[in-house]
């Protein structure tokens, strides 16, 4: 399973490769998406902390490291995705400029987008419930206006 550069192999040794296609789907199903493109962004702003906390190992590794772990683990995947140049520097002037902080994604102007993604398997059931819904609507008041008409309702 490919998404970008995040890579996922899933393996029965032979023992049963039906089972292994079958906890991939699922895995699959689980993703949001969004985790090929974040894990993109993420590296992108690695280096560019890399370049303001120059150094290997040691103390600023250490907090390069922690400052990231946060990042990652405060921010929704799609938020993360979302991430252009301008919001990297300003997550950069803002977080890890002013004492390592972590600002909230909505802080630095990046909104999760709402859309009918996040529903994931359920969309298709909701998409019929909503038409079947509209047909039943429209042919009551078709069907009973013209009686409503008469009466002078």
Avoid at 65 to 71: D, E, I, R
Avoid at 107 to 112: A, K, N, P
Wanted: proline share 4%; with cysteine; net charge positive.
């Amino acid at each position: 399973m490919r998404d970008g550069p995040l890579q996922i192999a899933f393996s029965t040794n032979g023992s049963g490769p039906r089972m292994a296609a079958l906890v991939r789907n699922r895995v699959q199903n689980a993703l949001s998406g969004h985790e090929g493109e974040a894990i993109t962004k993420v590296g992108i702003l690695r280096n560019k902390l890399k370049e303001r906390a120059v150094g290997v190992g040691g103390a600023v590794g250490k907090e390069r490291m922690q400052w990231m772990t946060g990042v990652c683990n405060a921010w929704k995947m799609e938020d993360l995705a979302r991430l252009d140049g301008a919001a990297m520097e300003k997550l950069l002037d803002e977080g890890w400029e002013k004492g390592r902080y972590v600002p909230a994604a909505k802080d630095l102007g990046i909104r999760q987008k709402k859309n009918l993604a996040c529903l994931g398997p359920a969309v298709p059931q909701l998409v019929t419930a909503f038409v079947l819904g509209v047909i039943t609507a429209t042919t009551v008041l078709l069907t009973f206006r013209p009686r409503y008409l008469i009466h002078g309702i």
